[in-house]
């Protein structure tokens, strides 16, 4: 080849390379918060108590720095800065939570709270006046305490309940917001809740997370059928629900099976139901738990069944798939005498399994969190594979450090090795991404580890009692990729341009 066509040619690999690096029109960037994370307020005129306000004011050891959300950012008060957050970063979207108990004191219908419903109304009219569409997630953790006096997640009359929140929650706000999220991570609100981890801390021993799990679907079902049939038809919006994935590899080739296993159990239990052609649990899953259950004596299986008619009315309750993930996890059996230890939390410690990593995935703050952007990739096809074509909203990414530096460049390197997979996954696999979000918008209480880890694109000073709020290298970058759709765009921070 000659030089010239060999220039010609690098010249147009290059044109090729870099048009390849952007994210199409429609696609839409935001960032995520959740309620008890950054609101404080926690007894702010008629609010109700919540399951979080309960379980770290009664047990403050649960907590690494026996810190709590009494305050967190105060966005109670501070809820403007967060808008103007947003707005400068040019962001479309803002995915937020609504505390129930602030809404509804008693946890039921029979009380709206109007300073509660208002707190919400203004911020969804800030935002909106900004340009900033809400995504709005009906729950994020916080359970009116009054309910889980009443068994909680673990009394199937909490579809009903949840139905009741769920209806006053579309009135007060279905004319302006088009994304509703029903449960955010339903694994974490079961296999955490219910194994003593989490809010409300129950340790039962695999039995209650299995209850919860049934309940929870159907109880997303049942929001999502009431607003299909009511709402949908005069706002158009659209519901689905937001499942947390650890990507699994088999940490060896002998543990292919196990792994299998260990997807069923984390990510089908919750996506089997409601995206799959068929509905209903994993089969291999229902088999597995039910001949366990056998075994140990049990007169049925610790997984409760569905009925047909629920199956189909959780089947099909979805409009997109929402994604929550972070980190990939090896598979391995538990050595003989060896403990789960915390991972327990994706429900694997009942197939006799463990998370191990690979050197080549970096650490980060978070002890469960191990760096593989590829995982990302693979999640997704995994789920095209799975449940088809669906289209996936990324509901959460991001990344933790112990948030001592706004140049954080370990945060903004991450934001954009996952954006790359985004990308590839849609060009390559065909995969239908139509946005993704940014976890955090600021550094918040990060339940257990409190404010010991750090996720936030803006630092927040807790030390200060209003809470400023300042952006790090990582939302510089974010933006500049939101606002021009090009991965590889260039941005300022703080005063010189820099690249990543
Ligand atoms: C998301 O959970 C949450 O939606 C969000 O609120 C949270 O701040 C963010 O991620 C970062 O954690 O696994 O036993 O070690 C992701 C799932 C749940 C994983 C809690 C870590 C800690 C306890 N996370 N879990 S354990």
């Not at 990729?481 to 990543?500: G, N, S």
Request: hydrophobic fraction near 35%; aromatic fraction near 14%.
């Amino acid at each position: 080849m000659d030089r010239y066509v060999a220039i010609v040619f690098s010249i147009l690999l290059g044109v090729a390379a870099a048009s390849s690096r952007r994210f199409p029109d429609g696609f839409k960037f935001g960032a995520a918060t959740a309620a008890y994370q950054i609101e404080g307020g926690w007894n702010a005129s008629d609010k109700g108590e919540s399951i979080w306000d309960r379980h770290v004011h009664a047990h403050p050891g649960v907590v690494e720095d026996r810190s709590n959300g009494d305050v967190a950012c105060d966005s109670y008060h501070h809820w403007r800065e967060d808008v103007r957050m947003v707005k400068e970063m040019g962001l479309d979207f803002y995915r937020f939570s609504i505390s129930w108990p602030r809404v509804l004191p008693t946890g039921f219908a029979n009380h709206i709270s109007e300073d509660g419903s208002k707190y919400y109304s203004n911020l969804i009219d800030e935002l909106l006046a900004n340009g900033i569409e809400p995504v709005v997630t009906l729950y994020h953790w916080d359970l009116p305490q009054s309910l889980q006096d009443l068994g909680g997640w673990a009394n199937p009359l909490i579809a009903d309940w949840f139905a009741d929140y769920a209806r006053v929650i579309f009135d007060l706000y279905g004319d302006r917001v088009k994304t509703w999220i029903t449960i955010n991570e339903p694994i974490i609100v079961c296999d955490l809740g219910y194994n003593g981890i989490f809010a409300p801390g129950i340790n039962s021993d695999n039995f209650g997370a299995y209850m919860c799990s049934r309940n929870i679907l159907l109880a997303h079902a049942r929001a999502y059928r009431l607003y299909e049939k009511e709402y949908k038809p005069k706002y158009h919006g659209e519901v689905s629900i937001s499942n947390h994935i650890f990507w699994f590899e088999p940490a060896t080739d002998q543990d292919m099976e196990l792994t299998e296993l260990s997807k069923d159990i984390s990510i089908g239990r919750y996506s089997h139901p409601i995206f799959s052609a068929k509905g209903g649990w994993p089969p291999a899953l229902e088999r597995y738990i039910a001949e366990k259950s056998k075994k140990e004596g049990y007169s049925r299986s610790r997984l409760p069944s569905f009925t047909q008619e629920e199956i189909e009315l959780i089947r099909g309750s979805y409009d997109f798939y929402g994604l929550n993930h972070y980190t990939t996890r090896t598979i391995r059996p538990l050595a003989a005498g060896e403990a789960a230890g915390v991972f327990l939390v994706q429900g694997i410690s009942e197939l006799g399994v463990t998370c191990g990593g690979r050197p080549e995935w970096p650490s980060t703050a978070s002890e469960w969190f191990l760096v593989n952007p590829r995982g990302l990739r693979d999640t997704m096809l995994y789920l095209k594979q799975q449940y088809g074509d669906l289209r996936i909203l990324i509901t959460e990414n991001g990344y933790s450090d112990s948030g001592a530096e706004l140049d954080d460049e370990p945060r903004a390197r991450y934001y954009k090795d996952y954006l790359e997979q985004v990308l590839l996954a849609m060009e390559e696999d065909d995969v239908k991404v139509i946005g993704y979000t940014a976890w955090t918008l600021m550094d918040n209480f990060e339940w257990t580890d409190g404010y010991q880890s750090r996720f936030g694109l803006h630092a927040v000073d807790f030390s200060d009692p209003l809470r400023p709020r300042t952006p790090r290298r990582s939302a510089h970058y974010y933006a500049a990729v939101a606002r021009t759709h090009d991965l590889d765009a260039t941005y300022k921070f703080p005063e010189e341009k820099q690249e990543l």
